[in-house]
């Protein structure tokens, strides 16, 4: 059986203390973002995540190399997750 069977589903709108870490690290490697948004998407067991982050650091980089970048800042935490889904951005001005 799958472990994402076993994952209660989320009754409350605080965020996980997994998405709270994996956004403070978010922070930390990216401290020029303007939005960092980290969501549990595979009902609160800390599985899967999605994270959506606008920053000046992917300005003149190539999608790929953004999200490398993502993987890079979180590459301990990756190894416990079953998946992750990437969405980065520049602001706009």
Do not use: W
Request: positive net charge; hydrophobic residues 35%; proline residues 3%.
């Amino acid at each position: 059986m799958l472990p994402l069977l076993h994952c209660a589903q989320r009754m409350f709108a605080s965020q996980t203390e997994g998405e709270l870490k994996v956004t403070q690290i978010l922070k930390e490697k990216f401290p020029r973002a303007t939005a960092i948004k980290v969501t549990d998407i595979s009902g609160g067991c800390g599985a899967m995540y999605e994270i959506q982050i606008e920053s000046e650091e992917f300005k003149e980089k190539r999608t790929v190399q953004q999200h490398q970048m993502v993987n890079q800042a979180l590459k301990e935490e990756i190894k416990g997750m079953h998946g992750l889904r990437i969405f980065t951005s520049v602001p706009k001005h």
